[in-house]
Structure formats: structure tokens, C-alpha cells
């Protein structure tokens, strides 16, 4: 029989480290739901421990303050996105995966996070101030621009459209604001509005649009 110390080579987490991250994704998942519910201004510390069953300082053992467990929480819906990103099949045209980055973020937007949606402003000051959260922006980027310039060599989107260009219009189409005016708007029929938002997105990068008709959008 070989040594323990053969077994794995892999760290494994004690006990108390597991309840820690336990705990921090407890108060993360609170606070994304209150924020997804009232909003910003609704949200508190207070709030948040109460909705998890623990002391107001214990989240503080976790987050310095408001802000700095806002900036997790977006950071961790970053690190989502580019984990998505990252798992699509890079054999597949990029106006798909075009389409199901598209279809992702949206649908998060209105099921999921949409954060800060009546104060811009705070949610670019801490996507911005924090660096955690600035670089999974930076990472998101990059890995659509990568996607973009893969269609382009393809042949599949338009040669004389620069990458950054594209990510640019892709990321204020999931804007928090655009979210909140086509749910003020739109109601019920948002899944609609987001199908045409897609397919609209789609013809202005795609090469030849009329392949995004074929497709259905």
C-alpha cells in the first residue's frame, strides 16, 4: 500500500474552511436576492444577516463593508460569464456561440442579477474601483474580442468591424439600464423582445446577414 502522502497530491479543504465558503456564498446569494428584488438602496448588512441567520459581524469577517460584498457579487457574476464563455465549443460557428453568450447574459439579467438597475453610477463605481472585479471585466472582454476575431477569420462576421467594437455594442445591449427600460416597456414579453434583440445584434456584426434570416434569428 503506498504512503499517504502518494495518495494525492491535491489540498484538501478542512472542515472549518468549507463552512467559511459556505457561509460567504450564503451571504452573497442573500444579498443578490435582495438587490434583485429592491435594489440598492434596500440593501443593507443588517438585511443580509437576518435573511442568513447570523450576526451582523460575521459578515464583516468576510467583507470589509456594503460595498466590498457588492464588488464580490458582481465579481462572481463576471467569473460566471467568462466561465461560459470560455466552456463553448470553439467548433462551433462563432455566430452561435455569439448567440448563446447573448441569450445567457440577457436571461440573467432578468432571472438573476439585475444589480444596482436604478443607480448606474454605483454599480460602475464598484465594477470599476475594484480590482477583482476590474479584472474579470478585462478577462470577459478579451475572451469575447478572441470570439469576434475567430469569426471574422472564419469569414463569419464583418471583416472591416473592429473586435472591441463589437463587445462594446454586445455589452450595452445587457446593460443594466437597457434590462430595466425593456422591462418597463416590454412586461410579459420580454423573452420576445430578447429574441429580437439577438437576431438584431447578429445581423450587424454577421458578415452576411441574410444568415442570421436563415437561421432563425
Known amino acids: 500500500m503506498k504512503p499517504d502522502s502518494d495518495r494525492s497530491s491535491t489540498p484538501v479543504a478542512s472542515l472549518k474552511e468549507r463552512q467559511r465558503q459556505a457561509r460567504e456564498t450564503a451571504i452573497l446569494d442573500a444579498a443578490e436576492n435582495i438587490l434583485a428584488a429592491q435594489g440598492w438602496r434596500a440593501l443593507s448588512i443588517e438585511e443580509i444577516a437576518s435573511r442568513v441567520g447570523i450576526a451582523t459581524g460575521t459578515i464583516y469577517l468576510h467583507f470589509a463593508g456594503k460595498d466590498a460584498l457588492v464588488a464580490a457579487l458582481i465579481a462572481r457574476e463576471l467569473a ?3 466561465g461560459f464563455v470560455e466552456g463553448l465549443d470553439p467548433s462551433l460557428p462563432a455566430l ?3 448567440r448563446a453568450v447573448l441569450r445567457m447574459l440577457l436571461q440573467r439579467q432578468v432571472s438573476g442579477m439585475r444589480l ?3 443607480d448606474m453610477q454605483e454599480w460602475r463605481r464598484l465594477a470599476t474601483a475594484d480590482a477583482g472585479c476590474a479584472e474579470r471585466l478585462r478577462t470577459l ?3 469575447l474580442e478572441t470570439l469576434v476575431d475567430d469569426g471574422k477569420d472564419r469569414g463569419e462576421l ?3 468591424l ?3 467594437v463589437a463587445v462594446t455594442a ?3 445591449l445587457i446593460s443594466p439600464r437597457t434590462a430595466r427600460h425593456m422591462e418597463s416597456a416590454l412586461g410579459e414579453q420580454i423573452d420576445g423582445a ?3 434583440l439577438i437576431r438584431l445584434y447578429l445581423r450587424g456584426v454577421a458578415r452576411d446577414a441574410a444568415v442570421i434570416d436563415e437561421q432563425g434569428g
Do not use: C
Request: glycine share 0%; proline share 4%.
Open 116 to 118: 444596482i438597475t436604478e
Open 158 to 160: 464583418d471583416l472591416a
Open 96 to 98: 452561435t456561440r455569439l
Open 170 to 172: 454586445l455589452f450595452a
Open 80 to 82: 460566471t460569464a467568462v
Open 162 to 164: 473592429p473586435a472591441s
Open 141 to 143: 472582454r478579451r475572451r
Open 194 to 196: 430578447h429574441d429580437a
